[in-house]
């Protein structure tokens, strides 16, 4: 079965960290890229970074360039987004997405507190 199954949300105050983990199983992890988006309240699914499958290429969003680091463990079928001087903007659901199996986790709740 194709799966991804995010964890490590919570609640942060402004300028805290939260490290989001991806575990993905049922299809060959090594040989797609991974996406993470988020969804706020109210608006639209959002694309905050995407690690190509050798792990050497990132891009980020413009919002989240310089504070959020993506990679992954192709070993362990891991994708990681590390996310450091969080943001009350930030807050939302961080879905984990494997763009070409077309398969998504069920997100997690990330909550930034001013």
């Known amino acids: 079965q194709v799966q991804l199954v995010e964890s490590g949300g919570g609640l942060v105050q402004a300028g805290g960290t939260l490290r989001l983990s991806c575990a993905a199983s049922?299809?060959?992890?090594?040989?797609?890229?991974m996406r993470w988006y988020r969804q706020a309240p109210g608006k639209g699914r959002e694309l905050v970074a995407q690690?190509?499958?050798?792990?050497?290429?990132?891009i980020y969003a413009d919002s989240v360039k310089g504070r959020f680091t993506i990679r992954r463990d192709n070993d362990k079928n891991m994708v990681y987004l590390q996310m450091n001087d969080l943001k009350p903007e930030d807050t939302a659901v961080y879905y984990c997405?494997?763009?070409?199996?077309?398969?998504w986790g069920q997100g997690t709740q990330v909550t930034v507190s001013s």
């Open positions: 997405n494997c763009p070409s199996a077309k398969v």
């Open positions: 690690i190509f499958d050798t792990g050497n290429t990132m």
């Open positions: 049922g299809f060959t992890f090594s040989n797609y890229g």
